[in-house]
C-alpha cells in the first residue's frame, strides 16, 4: 500500500463497521416489528420493554445511523481534502456521493417507523417539503406518501424502501466502491502526486505521470497485512464500541404516539437534517420552497460535478483556496445553523415515565411549552431557577390542586411571584390540560412511585 498513510484512511472502513451494526441490528428489529398504523407504535414498546435486549439494540440502531451519517460525511471531507476525487477516482467519487444520498435516505425512510408524534410531524414537513418540487411535486409526495395523505400507505412504502430498496441499493454500491478501490489502490498523500506534475490532469501526459508517481508510493509502503487491516479493525471496534456505549447509556427516543390532529406539536428533525431546518425560518415564506428544493439541488449538482470541473493537478488543500474557503464557509456554516435551531428551541421538556401521554396531556405540555414555564422552572436539571423544580411535582400534588393553584397562585402562598394564569390568560379548560400535563412529571420513577399528596386547599373566607 503506498507510503504514510493516516489514520483519517480509516473512515471507510469505519463506515462499513457502523452500517454492518445497521445490518444486524435492523434485522433483528424488523423480526418484531409491525408496519401498520394500529401495531407499529406499540410494537416498538414491545422490543423496548419485552424483547431481549430489545432496547439496546434499537439503542444500537438508533446511534450507528447517526455514526454513519458523521463518519460518510468525515469520509468524503477527507476524500475532498486530499484531492483524492480527481484522476482516476472520478467514478469512485460519484460512487461515494450516491452512499452519501442512501445513507440520508435511510435516515429520512426510518424516521417514521416508530409512528411517534415526532416521526408522523417530521415526516409530514419532509413530504410537504418534496412536495414544492417545480413541475415533479405533487407526484414526488404521491410517490413517498403512497397516496394524498400521510397514512398506511406511507409507512409501509417506507419500511419497504428502508428495509428492502436502500439495503439493496448501498450493498451493491459498496461492492462498486470496494472493486474499484481494489483496482485503483487506496489514494496516497497529495505531496506524493504533485511533485513534477502537469497542470491539469486532463492532460495527455498526465496519465503517464499518474502511474510512474503512484508506483514511487508503493515501493516504499506499508503492509497491507497486518499493518493496514490492523489500523482498520481497531477503528472498527471502537465504533462499535462507542455505539453501544451510547445505546446503553442514552438509548432510543420514543415519544407519545402519533396524533395527527395534534396541530400543536412541533416537529424537529435529527441534527444533520438541521442546517437546512432553521435556513427555512430564516428566510420568508415565499422563497421557502425556492429554498427547500433549491439548496439540497445545488449541493447535489456541485458534488457531482466536481470532480470534471476542477482539472488542475493540485491536490492538497492548502494549496486550494477556493476549496479551502468553500470547505470552512460549509462546515462553518452548518455548525452556526445547528447551533441557532438548537438555541430557538429551548429547554427541551423530558417526555413522560411509563406510559403515553393522553390527548388532553400533550395539549397541556404544549402550553407548558408556549407559557416559557421552563424559563421558569426545571424538569431533571432542564429549566430556569426562578421557580421550584417541578421534576417530581406529581408526587406531591394531583391535578385538581394544580389546577388551583395555577389559576391564582397567591390564594396558597400570598408572597408567591408567579403570575395568574386564570381567564383571561388561560381559559379553565387550558389550565386544566396544563394540570394534567404537569401531574405526570414524576422523575424517573415513572407510574412505580407512590404519590405522597400533600394537597392543602385554602379555607373559603368567611361571611362578615
Same mark, same amino acid.
Given at each position: ?233 481497531? !477503528? #472498527?471496534? @471502537? %465504533?462499535? *464500541? $462507542?455505539? /453501544?456505549?451510547?445505546?446503553? +447509556? =442514552? ?39 425556492? !429554498? #427547500?428544493? @433549491? %439548496?439540497? *439541488? $445545488?449541493? /447535489?449538482?456541485?458534488?457531482? +460535478? =466536481? ?158
Amino acid at each position: 500500500m503506498p507510503a504514510r498513510l493516516t489514520w483519517w484512511h480509516t473512515l471507510g472502513s469505519a463506515t462499513l463497521a457502523a452500517f454492518a451494526v445497521q445490518l444486524v441490528t435492523g434485522i433483528v428489529l424488523a423480526t418484531y416489528y409491525s408496519p401498520s398504523p394500529d401495531h407499529a407504535y406499540e410494537s416498538i414498546r414491545f422490543i423496548d420493554h419485552q424483547v431481549l435486549s430489545g432496547s439496546l439494540l434499537r439503542g444500537m440502531h438508533h446511534w450507528g445511523a447517526s455514526a454513519m451519517v458523521v463518519l460518510i460525511l468525515a469520509h468524503l471531507i477527507r476524500v475532498f481534502s486530499v484531492g483524492a476525487y480527481k484522476y482516476p477516482r472520478e467514478i469512485n467519487w460519484l460512487v461515494g456521493v450516491g452512499l452519501l444520498f442512501i445513507v440520508l435516505a435511510f435516515s429520512f425512510t426510518g424516521y417514521l417507523l416508530p409512528w411517534d408524534q415526532k416521526a408522523y410531524w417530521a415526516t409530514a414537513v419532509g413530504t410537504n417539503i418534496a412536495g414544492t418540487t417545480p413541475l415533479l411535486g405533487a407526484k414526488l409526495a404521491t410517490l413517498l406518501r403512497g397516496g394524498g395523505e400521510l397514512g398506511a400507505a406511507t409507512l409501509t412504502r417506507f419500511y419497504a424502501f428502508h428495509v428492502l430498496w436502500f439495503p439493496t441499493l448501498l450493498g451493491i454500491l459498496v461492492l462498486v466502491h470496494l472493486v474499484i478501490l481494489i483496482r485503483q489502490g487506496i489514494a496516497p498523500r497529495p505531496h506524493a502526486l504533485e511533485q513534477g506534475a502537469p497542470a491539469r490532469t486532463n492532460a495527455p501526459t498526465y496519465p503517464g505521470y499518474y502511474r510512474a508517481a503512484y508506483a514511487a508510493t508503493k515501493r516504499a509502503g506499508v503492509r497491507f497485512w497486518p499493518d493496514v487491516v490492523g489500523k482498520d479493525a481497531i !477503528v #472498527a471496534l @471502537g %465504533v462499535v *464500541t $462507542a455505539i /453501544v456505549l451510547l445505546a446503553l +447509556a =442514552l438509548g432510543a427516543p420514543l415519544e407519545a404516539p402519533a396524533d395527527p390532529t395534534d396541530t400543536a406539536y412541533v416537529p424537529r428533525p435529527e441534527w444533520y437534517f438541521l442546517p437546512l431546518y432553521q435556513i427555512l425560518k430564516l428566510v420568508p415564506g415565499s422563497l421557502e420552497s425556492l !429554498v #427547500a428544493v @433549491g %439548496v439540497p *439541488t $445545488a449541493l /447535489v449538482v456541485v458534488l457531482i +460535478a =466536481l470532480p470534471f470541473f476542477d482539472r488542475r493537478s493540485t491536490r492538497n488543500l492548502l494549496h486550494r483556496p477556493i476549496g479551502l474557503a468553500a470547505l470552512v464557509v460549509v462546515l462553518g456554516g452548518s455548525g452556526l445553523l445547528i447551533g441557532a435551531a438548537v438555541r430557538s428551541a429551548g429547554p427541551p421538556i423530558p417526555p413522560e415515565v411509563g406510559r403515553p401521554l393522553t390527548s388532553m396531556e400533550r395539549a397541556g405540555r404544549a402550553l407548558f411549552q408556549s407559557q416559557q414555564c421552563v424559563g421558569c422552572h426545571k424538569i431533571l436539571g432542564k429549566g430556569g431557577e426562578q421557580g421550584p423544580d417541578l421534576t417530581t411535582v406529581g408526587l406531591r400534588h394531583t391535578s385538581a390542586w394544580l389546577h388551583s393553584y395555577i389559576e391564582l397562585p397567591t390564594r396558597f402562598h400570598p408572597e408567591s411571584r408567579m403570575p395568574a394564569y386564570g381567564p383571561p390568560v388561560l381559559s379553565h379548560e387550558e389550565i386544566e390540560e396544563l394540570a394534567e400535563y404537569v401531574a405526570t412529571l414524576r422523575g424517573k420513577a415513572g407510574l412505580e412511585a407512590q404519590p405522597q399528596f400533600v394537597d392543602t386547599f385554602p379555607e373559603p373566607p368567611k361571611p362578615k
